[in-house]
C-alpha cells in the first residue's frame, strides 16, 4: 500500500486519537506536519503529498486501527492512518475553523460525504488534522514563547486538555481522576469540564465497585454495647465511600446542616442509601431516617451529585413519616438515570406498619405514589432484582404486621416496574422470624447470613418459588468469634458480597469482608481490605454504587469500549452490573480462605 | 540495514553473533545509544516485540526518531529496572490482555521512579511510552499526572499545567451557584 508521507514544513502539528477495540497497538497518534491545511472536499487527492518513501524499518505495521506509519523526519511523526468509519476524525482544517462537538474533541465528516466517498478516499481524508498541538523539543514553554507567529495559534492552548500532551494521553490522565476530585477538575476549564462530562469520557471509564457507607464518626464508635440505638448517644454519622479494589475509604462532604428545619443537620440516623446512575453521573440518594437531634422521622431526601460534588434537597418523601422502610434503586426504563428509588413498608410514628410504597425519580426530584403492598411490612427489606427487560423489580422481602411486632415473616412481594404493579405474595422465601435485613440479591440468587449470624447462606431461585436455602460459608471469625455479627450485606455487583461487621455486639472496630464465591471459583474465599482507625466505626446503612472507574494496570482506552455504549438506556445497565470482571481480589492484603 | 561489506568474514560473524545477544540497541532522536535487555523490551514494550520478532532490530541502534535522548534513557532505565524487579504475574498479564489485567497500584520503584522526574520529562516519557506502546509505563506517567491534580485547586491546576482558564466571569459565577452547598472553595 503506497501512504503519503507528511511535508515536512512548517505547519502544526495535529494529532487525533483512536482507540479501537482489541488494538494491537498504542500508536494512536495522528501526528502530522501540515503546511497547507487541505479543503475537506479534495478527497479526489491525497491531502499531503509523499515527498520521501516512508522508512521501511522501524514501525511500519498494519494494526487494526490502521496502518502505523514512523515518518522519521520529525521527532513525533508517528502516523496512524486509520481504517474504518467511526473515526473521530476531522474536517476542521482551516485556521479557526474548527468543528468540534461541545462534549468532546470528536468531530465527524459530514454523513453524506462519508457515505459517498469510497474507504480508501476516506482514509486519505482522514489525514486531515483536527487540533493542533505544540511540537517541540524542551524546554517546551520557552519554545512556545519563540514560535514564529505563522504557525501559532493562540486560541490552540485554551483548546488542549493539557498543554504539551497529546489529547488522547491527556484523556488517559483524566480519566484516572478519583470521584472526589471530579468537582475540581470540572472547575479548571471549559474544555475539562465537556471532556468529563462527556459520554465518551464515561465510557472508557470501567467498573469499580464502590461501596457508600453510612458510618459513625470515629471518636465515638467504641462506646455503649446497646449498638443499635447507640447513635442516639450522640453519635453522629458521615458518609464514607470505600473502594474495594484500591482499599481506600473517603467521607463525602457533609450533609447540609440546619437545612432541615430546625433539625440536628448531618446524616440522619437510619437512613437509607441507593445510588442512582452511572460514573461520575451517579447520584447517591439518602433517603428518611431520624433527625439526630429530635430523633423524629424525617421525610428528607438529600442526593449527591458526584460531578458537582455537591449536595442537592429532593423532595420530600411522601407522608406518612416512615421509618425503618425498604428502600432500593431499580432499574426503571425511562425513568432519569435509568433508575428510580424506590420506598415501600416500614412504620409510622405511631408504630404502625404501613402498606404504603412509593418510588423517587431522581432526575425529575418528583416521588410518584405507588399502589399498596398486599401486607403490612415493619422493617422489610428492599431489593432490586434485574428483570427480563429493561424493567426491574423491586422486592420487598419480610417485615411484620402491626399486631405482629417483631415477629418478622418470610414473605416476599415484588413491584414489577413494566407492569406497573405488585405481584402476588410469595410465602416462605426466607424463614419466618428472621430478620431480613442482611439479604441481598446477587445475578438471580440471594444471599444472607442466617438467624444466628455465623454462616452466609444463598439461595438460587431469588425471591420466587421453591428455593432453598443452602450453607454457602462460615462467616470469618478471629480468635473463635465470629467477626461480623450484626453486620451489613451488600451485593457487590460481581458476584461477590461484602459483608460489613464487628466482632463483638459492643461496637468494636468495623470490618469488610468480600466473599467470592460463584461457578468459577473452587472454594468460596474472604477478602479482607485493611481499613484505617478512622474508618473502623460502626456502619448503620451501606449501598453499592456502580461507579465506573479507571482501574490501575490496564490502559482503559483498550477496554471493551462496547460494554457501556448505550449508558443512557436502562437496559444497557442492568446487564452491565453482572458484567464485571473478576479480577480485583487478588491483591488485597488478606485472604481467608474456607478449609 | 545496510552491511558494510569490506569488513568481510568478521564482520559477518559479529552479525550472527549479536543475533543472538540478549540486548537490543535502541538510538535516539539525537543519535545518542542505549542498550536495553532484549527480553524486557519485548516483554514491555508491544511495538518493540514486533519489531523484534519482525527482525527490524537494527544491531547498530534501532532508530526512534521521535524519542528524545533524555526521554529513551528514562525508559531504558525503566525496562532494565523492570527486568531486575521480578516482575509479577499480575504486570504480565496485563501487557497480554486488558481484561484478566488484576488490579495493580504503581509499585514503590515505580513511584519514585516517575517522581523524580521533571514536568518536561514526565511528559516526554508518557509520549514515549504511548509509542514504544508501554501499557505500564503509560498506567504509571499517567497515573502520576493524575496524582499531580490531586488535592489541588482549580488555580492551581491550571498553573502546574499551564492551562488557560476560559471561563468567562458569568460561566463562573454559574458554577458557584451549583456549588452553593459545596464546601469546597479555590
Same mark, same amino acid.
Given at each position: 500500500?503506497?501512504?503519503?508521507?507528511?511535508?515536512?514544513?512548517?505547519?502544526?502539528?495535529?494529532?487525533?486519537?483512536?482507540?479501537?477495540?482489541?488494538?494491537?497497538? /498504542?500508536?494512536?497518534?495522528? =501526528?502530522?506536519?501540515?503546511?497547507?491545511?487541505?479543503?475537506?472536499?479534495?478527497?479526489?487527492?491525497?491531502?499531503?503529498?509523499?515527498?520521501?518513501?516512508?522508512?521501511?524499518?522501524? %514501525?511500519?505495521?498494519?494494526?487494526?486501527?490502521?496502518?502505523?506509519?514512523?515518518?522519521?523526519?520529525?521527532?513525533?511523526?508517528?502516523?496512524?492512518?486509520?481504517?474504518?468509519?467511526?473515526?473521530?476524525?476531522?474536517?476542521?482544517?482551516?485556521?479557526?475553523?474548527?468543528?468540534?462537538?461541545?462534549?468532546?474533541?470528536?468531530?465527524?465528516?459530514?454523513?453524506?460525504?462519508?457515505?459517498?466517498?469510497?474507504?480508501?478516499?476516506?482514509?486519505?481524508?482522514?489525514?486531515?488534522?483536527?487540533?493542533?498541538?505544540?511540537?517541540?523539543?524542551?524546554?517546551?514553554?520557552?519554545?512556545?514563547?519563540?514560535?514564529?507567529?505563522?504557525?501559532?495559534?493562540?486560541?490552540?492552548?485554551?483548546?488542549?486538555?493539557?498543554?504539551?500532551?497529546?489529547?488522547?494521553?491527556?484523556?488517559?490522565?483524566?480519566?484516572?481522576?478519583?470521584?472526589?476530585?471530579?468537582?475540581?477538575?470540572?472547575?479548571?476549564?471549559?474544555?475539562?469540564?465537556?471532556?468529563?462530562?462527556?459520554?465518551?469520557?464515561?465510557?472508557?471509564?470501567?467498573?469499580?465497585?464502590?461501596?457508600?457507607?453510612?458510618?459513625?464518626?470515629?471518636?465515638? %464508635?467504641?462506646?455503649?454495647?446497646?449498638?443499635?440505638?447507640?447513635?442516639?448517644?450522640?453519635?453522629?454519622?458521615?458518609?464514607?465511600?470505600?473502594?474495594?479494589?484500591?482499599?481506600?475509604?473517603?467521607?463525602?462532604?457533609?450533609?447540609?446542616?440546619?437545612?432541615?428545619?430546625?433539625?440536628?443537620?448531618?446524616?440522619?440516623?437510619?437512613?437509607?442509601?441507593?445510588?442512582?446512575?452511572?460514573?461520575?453521573?451517579?447520584?447517591?440518594?439518602?433517603?428518611?431516617?431520624?433527625?439526630?437531634?429530635?430523633?423524629?422521622?424525617?421525610?428528607?431526601?438529600?442526593?449527591?451529585?458526584?460531578?458537582?460534588?455537591?449536595?442537592?434537597?429532593?423532595?420530600?418523601?411522601?407522608?406518612?413519616?416512615?421509618?425503618?422502610?425498604?428502600?432500593?434503586?431499580?432499574?426503571?426504563?425511562?425513568?432519569?438515570?435509568?433508575?428510580?428509588?424506590?420506598?415501600?413498608?416500614?412504620?409510622?410514628?405511631?408504630?404502625?406498619?404501613?402498606?404504603?410504597?412509593?418510588? !423517587?425519580?431522581?432526575?425529575?426530584?418528583?416521588?410518584?405514589?405507588?399502589?399498596?403492598?398486599?401486607?403490612?411490612?415493619?422493617?422489610?427489606?428492599?431489593?432490586?432484582?434485574?428483570?427480563?427487560?429493561?424493567?426491574?423489580?423491586?422486592?420487598?422481602?419480610?417485615?411484620?404486621?402491626? =399486631?405482629?411486632?417483631?415477629?418478622?415473616?418470610?414473605?416476599?412481594?415484588?413491584?414489577?416496574?413494566?407492569?406497573? %404493579?405488585?405481584?402476588?405474595?410469595?410465602?416462605?422465601?426466607?424463614?419466618?422470624?428472621?430478620?431480613?435485613?442482611?439479604?441481598?440479591?446477587?445475578?438471580?440468587?440471594? !444471599?444472607?447470613?442466617?438467624?444466628?449470624?455465623?454462616?452466609?447462606?444463598?439461595?438460587?431461585?431469588?425471591?420466587?418459588?421453591?428455593?432453598?436455602?443452602?450453607?454457602?460459608?462460615?462467616?470469618?471469625?478471629?480468635?473463635?468469634?465470629?467477626?461480623?455479627?450484626?453486620?451489613?450485606?451488600?451485593?457487590?455487583?460481581?458476584?461477590?458480597?461484602?459483608?460489613?461487621?464487628?466482632?463483638?455486639?459492643?461496637?468494636?472496630?468495623?470490618?469488610? !469482608?468480600?466473599?467470592?464465591?460463584?461457578?468459577?471459583?473452587?472454594?468460596?474465599?474472604?477478602?479482607?481490605? %485493611?481499613?484505617?482507625?478512622?474508618?473502623?466505626?460502626?456502619?448503620?446503612?451501606?449501598?453499592?454504587?456502580?461507579?465506573?472507574?479507571?482501574?490501575?494496570?490496564?490502559?482503559?482506552?483498550?477496554?471493551?469500549?462496547?460494554? /457501556?455504549?448505550?449508558?443512557?438506556?436502562?437496559?444497557?445497565?442492568?446487564?452491565? !452490573?453482572?458484567?464485571?470482571?473478576?479480577?480485583?481480589?487478588?491483591?488485597?492484603?488478606?485472604?481467608?480462605?474456607?478449609? | 540495514?545496510?552491511?558494510?561489506?569490506?569488513?568481510?568474514?568478521?564482520?559477518?560473524?559479529?552479525?550472527?553473533?549479536?543475533?543472538?545477544?540478549?540486548?537490543?540497541?535502541?538510538?535516539?532522536?539525537?543519535?545518542?545509544?542505549?542498550?536495553?535487555?532484549?527480553?524486557?523490551?519485548?516483554?514491555?514494550?508491544?511495538?518493540?516485540?514486533?519489531?523484534?520478532?519482525?527482525?527490524?532490530?537494527?544491531?547498530?541502534?534501532?532508530?526512534?526518531?521521535?524519542?528524545?535522548?533524555?526521554?529513551?534513557?528514562?525508559?531504558?532505565?525503566?525496562?532494565?529496572?523492570?527486568?531486575?524487579?521480578?516482575?509479577?504475574?499480575?504486570?504480565?498479564?496485563?501487557?497480554?490482555?486488558?481484561?484478566?489485567?488484576?488490579?495493580?497500584?504503581?509499585?514503590?520503584?515505580?513511584?519514585?521512579?516517575?517522581?523524580?522526574?521533571?514536568?518536561?520529562?514526565?511528559?516526554?516519557?508518557?509520549?514515549?511510552?504511548?509509542?514504544?506502546?508501554?501499557?505500564?509505563?503509560?498506567?504509571?506517567?499517567?497515573?502520576?499526572?493524575?496524582?499531580?491534580?490531586?488535592?489541588?485547586?482549580?488555580?492551581?491546576?491550571?498553573?502546574?499545567?499551564?492551562?488557560?482558564?476560559?471561563?468567562?466571569?458569568?460561566?463562573?459565577?454559574?458554577?458557584?451557584?451549583?456549588?452553593?452547598?459545596?464546601?469546597?472553595?479555590?
Amino acid at each position: 500500500m503506497v501512504l503519503p508521507s507528511c511535508p515536512a514544513g512548517n505547519g502544526i502539528v495535529q494529532r487525533t486519537a483512536y482507540a479501537k477495540k482489541n488494538s494491537t497497538c /498504542r500508536g494512536r497518534l495522528l =501526528a502530522l506536519e501540515s503546511r497547507e491545511l487541505s479543503s475537506p472536499d479534495s478527497s479526489s487527492a491525497p491531502p499531503f503529498t509523499a515527498k520521501r518513501p516512508v522508512p521501511a524499518s522501524a %514501525a511500519n505495521r498494519i494494526c487494526d486501527d490502521g496502518v502505523c506509519v514512523q515518518a522519521s523526519h520529525h521527532r513525533q511523526g508517528v502516523v496512524v492512518i486509520p481504517f474504518g468509519q467511526d473515526l473521530q476524525a476531522c474536517n476542521s482544517a482551516g485556521e479557526g475553523r474548527k468543528s468540534r462537538t461541545p462534549a468532546g474533541n470528536e468531530t465527524h465528516d459530514p454523513p453524506s460525504q462519508s457515505q459517498a466517498i469510497p474507504v480508501d478516499d476516506r482514509r486519505r481524508r482522514h489525514l486531515n488534522p483536527i487540533q493542533s498541538h505544540c511540537n517541540h523539543p524542551n524546554p517546551r514553554w520557552l519554545k512556545l514563547l519563540l514560535r514564529p507567529p505563522a504557525i501559532t495559534r493562540p486560541a490552540s492552548m485554551a483548546d488542549d486538555l493539557i498543554p504539551c500532551l497529546p489529547e488522547d494521553l491527556a484523556r488517559e490522565c483524566l480519566v484516572r481522576l478519583s470521584f472526589d476530585q471530579l468537582p475540581t477538575a470540572r472547575r479548571v476549564s471549559r474544555r475539562w469540564k465537556a471532556e468529563l462530562e462527556s459520554p465518551f469520557h464515561q465510557r472508557l471509564r470501567r467498573h469499580r465497585p464502590l461501596l457508600a457507607l453510612a458510618q459513625a464518626l470515629p471518636p465515638l %464508635a467504641s462506646s455503649g454495647p446497646a449498638r443499635k440505638y447507640a447513635a442516639s448517644t450522640g453519635f453522629s454519622y458521615r458518609l464514607v465511600l470505600h473502594d474495594l479494589a484500591a482499599a481506600t475509604w473517603t467521607p463525602l462532604p457533609p450533609l447540609p446542616s440546619g437545612e432541615r428545619g430546625g433539625g440536628g443537620g448531618g446524616l440522619p440516623l437510619f437512613c437509607q442509601l441507593a445510588a442512582v446512575g452511572d460514573g461520575p453521573a451517579t447520584k447517591l440518594v439518602v433517603v428518611g431516617g431520624w433527625d439526630t437531634e429530635t430523633w423524629a422521622p424525617t421525610a428528607a431526601v438529600n442526593v449527591y451529585d458526584f460531578l458537582a460534588g455537591v449536595w442537592r434537597r429532593g423532595a420530600d418523601m411522601p407522608p406518612p413519616r416512615r421509618s425503618f422502610f425498604a428502600c432500593a434503586a431499580v432499574v426503571v426504563s425511562g425513568a432519569g438515570g435509568g433508575a428510580m428509588v424506590f420506598v415501600a413498608g416500614g412504620h409510622d410514628e405511631e408504630k404502625n406498619a404501613l402498606r404504603s410504597a412509593a418510588a !423517587y425519580d431522581v432526575a425529575a426530584d418528583e416521588w410518584v405514589v405507588l399502589p399498596d403492598m398486599a401486607r403490612e411490612r415493619g422493617e422489610p427489606r428492599g431489593l432490586a432484582v434485574a428483570g427480563d427487560e429493561s424493567d426491574g423489580r423491586f422486592v420487598v422481602l419480610g417485615g411484620y404486621a402491626t =399486631a405482629a411486632q417483631g415477629r418478622f415473616v418470610g414473605s416476599a412481594e415484588a413491584f414489577d416496574t413494566a407492569t406497573w %404493579a405488585w405481584g402476588p405474595v410469595t410465602e416462605r422465601v426466607i424463614e419466618d422470624g428472621v430478620c431480613p435485613r442482611t439479604c441481598c440479591v446477587v445475578g438471580s440468587g440471594m !444471599y444472607m447470613l442466617d438467624g444466628g449470624g455465623s454462616f452466609v447462606m444463598a439461595r438460587d431461585a431469588g425471591d420466587g418459588d421453591g428455593g432453598a436455602w443452602r450453607t454457602v460459608v462460615r462467616v470469618p471469625e478471629e480468635d473463635g468469634r465470629v467477626v461480623v455479627s450484626a453486620a451489613e450485606v451488600v451485593a457487590v455487583g460481581d458476584g461477590r458480597v461484602a459483608v460489613v461487621g464487628s466482632a463483638c455486639h459492643g461496637g468494636g472496630e468495623q470490618k469488610v !469482608y468480600v466473599l467470592s464465591h460463584g461457578e468459577g471459583t473452587a472454594a468460596p474465599s474472604w477478602t479482607r481490605a %485493611a481499613e484505617p482507625p478512622e474508618f473502623t466505626g460502626h456502619v448503620q446503612a451501606a449501598c453499592y454504587l456502580a461507579w465506573i472507574c479507571f482501574v490501575f494496570g490496564a490502559s482503559s482506552t483498550r477496554r471493551q469500549p462496547g460494554r /457501556r455504549q448505550a449508558d443512557s438506556d436502562g437496559r444497557e445497565i442492568a446487564t452491565a !452490573y453482572n458484567q464485571f470482571p473478576e479480577d480485583i481480589s487478588t491483591n488485597n492484603p488478606e485472604r481467608l480462605t474456607e478449609s | 540495514m545496510e552491511v558494510d561489506k569490506g569488513k568481510g568474514e568478521a564482520e559477518e560473524t559479529r552479525k550472527v553473533a549479536e543475533a543472538d545477544r540478549d540486548t537490543v540497541t535502541l538510538k535516539s532522536s539525537d543519535g545518542k545509544l542505549f542498550e536495553v535487555s532484549k527480553e524486557a523490551a519485548a516483554r514491555l514494550s508491544t511495538v518493540l516485540a514486533g519489531m523484534i520478532a519482525g527482525g527490524s532490530i537494527d544491531d547498530n541502534g534501532t532508530d526512534l526518531k521521535q524519542i528524545g535522548s533524555e526521554a529513551l534513557e528514562n525508559v531504558v532505565d525503566y525496562c532494565n529496572k523492570h527486568a531486575n524487579s521480578i516482575p509479577s504475574a499480575a504486570l504480565i498479564s496485563s501487557s497480554i490482555s486488558f481484561n484478566t489485567a488484576p488490579f495493580k497500584e504503581p509499585e514503590e520503584w515505580e513511584r519514585k521512579f516517575v517522581d523524580r522526574l521533571s514536568h518536561d520529562a514526565l511528559f516526554d516519557l508518557v509520549e514515549a511510552a504511548n509509542f514504544l506502546g508501554m501499557e505500564r509505563l503509560l498506567d504509571v506517567t499517567c497515573h502520576k499526572i493524575s496524582e499531580m491534580m490531586k488535592g489541588k485547586s482549580p488555580d492551581q491546576i491550571r498553573e502546574v499545567f499551564n492551562i488557560k482558564n476560559d471561563y468567562t466571569k458569568e460561566e463562573l459565577e454559574e458554577i458557584r451557584q451549583e456549588l452553593a452547598w459545596a464546601f469546597y472553595d479555590d
